[in-house]
């Protein structure tokens, strides 16, 4: 992928491919922020 601009084509492929939204957000970054946020959420329970 070239640049951002080309985000749009990769979503509308998994849309395609019949990928839930939810399993496209996924894809697209969601996994790594939800990790994020737990970690984060452990290190302030500490």
Known sequence: M???S???KITDAL???T???PDIEKILGG???RV???VEN???AR
């Open 19 to 21: 990928y839930s939204e």
């Open 36 to 38: 994020m946020e737990q």
């Open 6 to 8: 080309k985000l749009s």
């Open 31 to 33: 996994n790594i922020l």
């Open 15 to 17: 849309l395609k491919k």
């Open 42 to 44: 452990l290190k302030s």
């Open 2 to 4: 070239e640049d951002v």
